[in-house]
């Protein structure tokens, strides 16, 4: 069965500095995509970053980049320069090749403190 | 402004009413998705369409939730029989998971 888990529930971070999420998957599919969300307050999923499964090199977007470590099965996000409007709650998410539904972790709650 | 948008944002019902959302991509997608989110949990997948057919539905769509895509653009969730544990964020996603709708938040009273 697949799987997703987010081990921690909340973290805190200081403007400006970097944090990581951690996310670790269970699936024995061997193609895949990993994907990472941030949901604000307002409630709308922000789609953040993918990874493929056959992704040679790590996924980066801007302030994003996921270190997407394939033996140990984990995906996590790292957030670099964190800012104020960082301070949501952040979902890591998994799909299959084989289905097309998304399975969720139980999000980590990130707050930025000045 | 996302590319998803969800009517109403916020639903309060009395149980035993029936209740219906709307979800309506802005561009066109062949894939629309409606997953359901509990207080403290990550979302969970409900059911699927490729335009205007279902093609899988989740165990927790019990036979009180119906979803159509009828011409294969907008979609409609309804509940029939609403109970407290319908209580939840649904929300709708379109181009394979990409985007998403800003939900509509049920509360069952």
């Known amino acids: 069965a697949q799987k997703i888990t987010q081990t921690q529930p909340g973290m805190f971070v200081q403007e400006k500095e970097a944090v990581t999420l951690d996310c670790t998957y269970d699936?024995?599919?061997?193609?895949?995509?990993l994907f990472w969300y941030k949901q604000p307050s307002s409630g709308e999923m922000i789609f953040l970053i993918y990874?493929?499964?056959?992704?040679?090199q790590n996924a980066t977007e801007g302030r994003y980049s996921l270190n997407f470590q394939k033996a140990r099965k984990s995906a996590n996000l790292v957030i670099s320069a964190s800012q104020l409007g960082d301070s949501a709650m952040y979902f890591c998410?998994?799909?299959?090749?084989?289905?097309?539904?998304?399975?969720f972790g139980t999000g980590t709650r990130l707050q930025v403190f000045p | 402004d996302t590319g998803v948008s969800q009517d109403p944002r916020h639903k309060i019902t009395k149980r035993g009413q029936n209740v219906t959302f709307r979800c309506d991509p802005i561009?066109?997608?062949?894939?629309l998705y409606w997953y359901r989110q509990t207080l403290g949990q990550g979302p969970e997948f409900l059911t699927y369409?490729?335009?205007?057919?279902?093609?899988?539905k989740s165990r927790l769509l019990s036979d009180r939730f119906s979803a159509e895509r009828p011409k294969g653009s907008f979609s409609t969730l309804e509940i029939q029989r609403t109970e407290q544990g319908d209580s939840a964020m649904y929300l709708c996603?379109?181009?394979?998971?990409?985007?998403f709708g800003s939900g509509t938040r049920l509360t069952v009273v």
């Open positions: 998410a998994m799909r299959a090749d084989n289905t097309d539904k998304l399975i």
């Open positions: 699936t024995s599919d061997p193609s895949y995509g």
């Open positions: 990874q493929g499964s056959y992704d040679q």
């Open positions: 561009s066109e997608h062949n894939r």
């Open positions: 369409f490729q335009n205007e057919a279902q093609l899988e």
């Open positions: 996603a379109a181009d394979y998971g990409y985007t």
